[in-house]
Structure formats: C-alpha cells, structure tokens
T-cell receptor, first 113, second 119 residues
C-alpha cells in the first residue's frame, strides 16, 4: 500500500510493557523513526533505526525492524503515565527529493494508573 | 539540542482574512524547512518543503496560492494562509533540518505547532 500504517489505539497498565507496531511502505527506506506527540504539542524524536539494523535499544525503548515484512515496532518497558501520547512512526522515501518524512497514522497510547 | 519555535501558538481569525505563521530555528541554520498540517486524530500531512532562498515545493493537492511559503533566511520560514476559510482550521507544524542534520540521520526538528481556528 501507499500508507504507513499503525494501530490507532493502545491501552496498557502502568508498569507493563507497551508495543506499538508499524508497517511501512518503502523497502529502500534508509532511516525509520519513532516520534512522540504530547497533547497540543509538536513532535519529539524518540529514536531512530538505520535500515541495516535489526534492533536498537535505548534505555526503556527497544526498536525492532523486520525488513522482509517491512514491519517496525517500538517497545516501551515499564510504561509510565507520562508515556501517554501519540506515537508516530515515519520513514524517508527514497527519491522524494529532500528526503521527506512520511508519517504513519499515529497510535494513541493511554497508560492506566 | 536543536530548537525550533513557532509563532503564534494559536490564532483565531475571521473567514476571509490572512494569517501568517512563523517558524524559526533558534540555534542552528535551517537549510530546509517543512510545513505539515495535522487534522484532529490524524497523521501529519506534508504540505511543502522550502529551501532557503528558493521557491517552495508543494505536495500534490496543496494550493500554492493559498498557502504562501517564504524561506527568506536560514533561520526563518513563514506560512501565510490567504483568505482563510473554516476548512483551513487545523494544526500547522513546521520542522527544520540544517547542514549538520543532513549528514547524520536526516533528523528534522519540529516546532510546537500553531493551532489555527477560522470562524
């Protein structure tokens, strides 16, 4: 398909792990990103992964990349209420000139105390 | 880290008026700036890409005469919504990328967004 796809909603209990999934479109994408958007705010880059990597870990965040299936996931360990936000995956599509970012639909994560 | 600001953070205007939104890179020179539009509960839609000193490149379906973009300096880009109508109400977000970011992982730094409401 043409779109970067994500599930729209995810609810987890505080302290549990959250896994947010994304299916991207361009197998030639060089970098894949996860952004966090808190209510009424802009986007904050959480982490990124280069396409020749399968996994990247950064403190509570683990990114897994399955290039064959064009599947990207973000795992948040020990999820906290402050993690409640919308999470966007994004890819750079090769050949789009300025290497523009293309965003997924966003997953709204709700952390239940 | 690199900081991008937007002004105003929110604006309410009457239908038919024009509104200008500013996007500034505060601590780096932004060779490329991007303007996005975000509808409620939806993803970001790229509107246009602007390089300093040249005309903006608009995405398909975005009216360049309605959404005027100027990138006159390496730290400032402006988006002017001309003759605004209620359907232009949205959250507008800019991002910026400088020379340093171009050689690393292509990171774009995002502004906090501007909420436009057209009555």
């Amino acid at each position: 398909g043409e779109d970067v796809e994500q599930s729209l909603f995810l609810s987890v209990r505080e302290g549990d792990s959250s896994v947010i999934n994304c299916t991207y479109t361009d197998s030639s994408s060089t970098y894949l990103y996860w952004y966090k958007q808190e209510p009424g705010a802009g986007l904050q880059l959480l982490t990124y992964i280069f396409s020749n990597m399968d996994m990247k870990q950064d403190q509570r965040l683990t990114v897994l990349l399955n290039k064959k299936d064009k599947h990207l996931s973000l795992r948040i360990a020990d999820t906290q209420t402050g993690d409640s936000a919308i999470y966007f995956c994004a890819e750079i599509k090769v050949g789009t000139g300025a290497n523009n970012l293309f965003f997924g639909t966003g997953t709204r994560l709700t952390v239940i105390p | 880290g690199a900081v991008v600001s937007q002004h105003p953070s929110w604006v309410i205007c009457k239908s038919g008026t024009s509104v200008k939104i500013e996007c500034r890179s505060l601590d780096f020179q932004a060779t490329t700036m991007f303007w996005y539009r975000q509808f409620p509960k939806q993803s970001l839609m790229l509107m246009a890409t602007s390089n300093e000193g040249s005309k903006a490149t608009y995405e398909q379906g975005v009216e360049k005469d309605k959404f005027l973009i100027n990138h006159a300096s390496l730290t400032l880009s402006t988006l002017t919504v001309t003759s605004a109508h209620p359907e232009d109400s949205s959250f507008y977000i800019c991002s910026a990328r400088g020379l340093a970011q171009k050689s690393s992982y292509n990171e774009q730094f995002f502004g906090p967004g501007t909420r436009l409401t057209v009555l």
